[in-house]
């Protein structure tokens, strides 16, 4: 069976859908794509901040992607569908699931059913992909090992969309950590050096972590809607290798620790304390992090799940790919965008 690809490689004023709008990455995509000139329907829910997407000129439909049914009318008639939508953090590992994967293949299927269906672009994660071995850069022909319900979540949304790869043309694209204006994830790295002047260090080894900024991730997913490969169907020669995957990294990619000393430097602090913590008691606060998280209702960042990641090994990948495919380069050094991120927290009054 042919592997489906697109003629169209000049995609600006596209119609296009766009799932997870209102989050940190969905709200940068639909930005720039308002930019572009694009056409865009963004699906939301009733429960989101929808204030910056409609000053970006988008058609608001209201819907889940955990729900079929309310998806074909913010798909139906698009160009190209940027699926963003996606759980990080949940008390039941069940519902990454629920989220990660049957979302995907609700968005994939509804797609399928158009009598043109769209190109669509689906947002992963590093974390499907697994830790690097022995600390060289993940690259997309490597074999997936999550360590994570995280992880294995993404990866079976991935699995998912692959299952529909003969009847609707779709890229993946694979983020590290995600930094960058907005991003409440990242924050609390911000803070503590900030504030304190202190840089904890989950772990006694000098793991190095691949990081991208929002802006950089969201050229790369629209470079990749306009002329990336697409996923081969299952059983074609091409099913088992990096087609339709794409990493997404800029070029550093720092021990944790001369991570902070670049957060230290982005935000003018000449000096920062870096805190090594033994792996036993990055397990032990992960334990409790669980139990607050439980005894509150409310997720933590730091939980059993995010230590398996943690004590996982490095978490490096190559964007080569991308570059090579695409022409993807990232718009600024490392430094450079830490700066321009702790710059945003400061003007929104988070630090």
Request: hydrophobic share 40%; aromatic share 6%; with cysteine.
């Amino acid at each position: 069976m042919a592997v489906l690809t697109s003629n169209r490689r000049n995609l600006a004023m596209a119609k296009v859908m766009v799932t997870g709008a209102s989050g940190f990455i969905g709200v940068h995509l639909v930005r720039a794509l308002a930019e572009r000139g694009d056409d865009i329907t963004c699906l939301v829910r009733k429960s989101s901040k929808t204030a910056s997407l409609t000053e970006s000129g988008a058609r608001l439909v209201y819907g889940d992607v955990t729900d079929r049914e309310s998806l074909p009318p913010a798909i139906a008639g698009q160009e190209i569908v940027y699926h963003v939508a996606g759980c990080t953090q949940s008390l039941d590992p069940r519902w990454f699931y629920k989220v990660n994967q049957r979302g995907v293949a609700n968005v994939a299927q509804v797609c399928a059913g158009q009598a043109n269906p769209p190109i669509m672009v689906s947002v992963s994660s590093l974390a499907a992909a697994g830790p690097a071995n022995n600390g060289k850069p993940k690259t997309e022909a490597d074999r997936p090992a999550p360590v994570s319900h995280y992880g294995h979540s993404k990866r079976a949304g991935e699995r998912a969309a692959e299952a529909f790869a003969d009847r609707v043309p779709i890229t993946i694209v694979r983020p590290p950590i995600v930094l960058g204006e907005g991003d409440r994830m990242g924050l609390p790295l911000f803070r503590s050096i900030a504030k304190f002047g202190v840089h904890m260090v989950p772990g006694l080894n000098r793991r190095r972590f691949s990081l991208v900024h929002v802006d950089d991730l969201v050229e790369l997913m629209i470079r990749a809607a306009e002329k990336g490969t697409r996923l081969p169907p299952r059983g074609s020669p091409e099913s088992h290798g990096p087609q339709g995957y794409y990493f997404a990294a800029c070029e550093e990619d720092p021990a944790y620790s001369d991570l902070g000393r670049l957060v230290a430097e982005a935000l003018g602090r000449h000096l920062v304390v870096i805190v090594p913590t033994a792996t036993p008691l990055v397990w032990m606060v992960a334990v409790a992090g669980e139990a607050i998280s439980r005894i509150g209702h409310q997720p933590l960042f730091m939980n059993m799940d995010k230590a398996r990641e943690i004590t996982a090994g490095n978490w490096v990948c190559s964007a080569t790919a991308a570059a090579k495919e695409l022409g993807y380069q990232v718009g600024a050094p490392l430094l450079n965008r830490l700066r321009q991120t702790a710059n945003w927290y400061r003007t929104a009054g988070w630090l």
